[in-house]
């Protein structure tokens, strides 16, 4: 039976970080209450009641991200929302995979109606679907948002943790998604983009803030957050979504701060009221690497 556990406040996402990094730590890391370990993750739903949204913060992430100001929360807004009851989940002593070096690979949106800044909102998160992958395991962390008790947005987060996998095992729904040229929009990406997406989401991975911090779990330098290069791709797209829609997108190549990055999207064939779905991309300029591929699709 399913532990459900009420938080009456937002998290503290910075100390959940320091505990996220522990397990990543030499020695440390092997420490009993520390070392993570088992094979099956916790049945338990975090779950926050009556949230009230700050109209300085929704300002906040939307400049960060490029959306415009709206009345209307931003489509990847609710994230926002949900990302502390992640941290709390995944850095819960029952959990059995470390946070940090957990890789975010693939991520559903799907928005029922739009969120007004005046409503109060529900926020639910549990994880399932433990399931191999070529290169590990992979699960699902699933966020439900409720205004007065109707179901008005979703998100499936998709995270592999590495180790040794099954080669034969299936592939992603989105493993299908198609790489869209750059259609001459460039973005450049200045070197403090991870510390400002931080400073709205709470996201502080030291592998998105400093050159220093990123090399000491693998990379070159800093990389932008996976979440705000689907959000910056959704306000490119703004204006042309309907209301209720679904966004899929697949992470494929990091960010590395600072970077020039080219956006390109196209229409998928109109239904028969007209409305378009799309497919985009976000990708390296010269080569057309992707660092981002995703798609739309209309609700009835």
């Known amino acids: 039976m399913t532990e459900v ?19 990543a730590v030499p020695l440390v890391g092997s420490l009993p209450g520390i070392r993570r370990s088992g094979d099956s993750l916790p049945d338990v739903k975090l779950v926050r009641h009556d949230v009230a949204l700050e109209r300085d913060h929704v300002e906040a992430y ?3 991200c490029g959306f415009r100001l709206r009345d209307e929360l931003p489509l990847t807004y609710p994230h926002m929302l949900a990302f502390g009851l992640h941290m709390a989940l995944m850095t819960d002593p029952a959990f059995p995979y470390p946070a940090i070096g957990t890789v975010h690979l693939e991520n559903s949106i799907t928005q029922h109606r739009p969120i007004t800044a005046d409503e109060r909102l529900q926020v639910s998160v549990h994880a399932e679907g433990l399931r191999p992958h070529p290169k590990g395991r992979l699960f699902d962390i699933l966020t439900e948002v409720h205004s007065g008790g109707e179901l008005v947005w979703e998100e499936t987060t998709t995270l592999l943790r590495r180790g040794k996998g099954q080669e034969d095992a299936a592939a992603s729904p989105l493993a299908d998604l198609e790489v869209v040229p750059g259609s001459g929009t460039t973005w450049h990406l200045p070197g403090d983009l991870g510390r400002r997406y931080a400073g709205v989401s709470g996201d ?8 220093l911090t990123a090399k000491a779990f693998g990379f070159p330098r800093q ?7 689907k959000a910056r791709s959704v306000a490119a797209l703004e204006g042309r979504l309907p209301d209720a829609v679904r966004v899929d997108v697949a992470f494929k190549k990091p960010v590395v701060l600072p970077a020039t990055v080219a956006f390109g999207s196209r229409p998928v064939d109109p239904d028969a009221d007209g409305q378009k779905d799309y497919e985009f991309a976000l990708t390296k300029p010269r080569s057309g690497a992707p660092h981002l591929v995703g798609r739309t699709t209309a609700l009835s």
């Open 5 to 23: 556990r009420e938080l009456t406040g937002p998290p503290a996402t910075v100390p959940m970080m320091v505990r996220a990094a522990l397990p």
């Open 62 to 64: 939307s400049e960060v």
């Open 204 to 211: 502080h991975n030291p592998i998105h803030l400093y050159p």
């Open 223 to 229: 990389i932008a957050h996976g979440m705000w290069t």
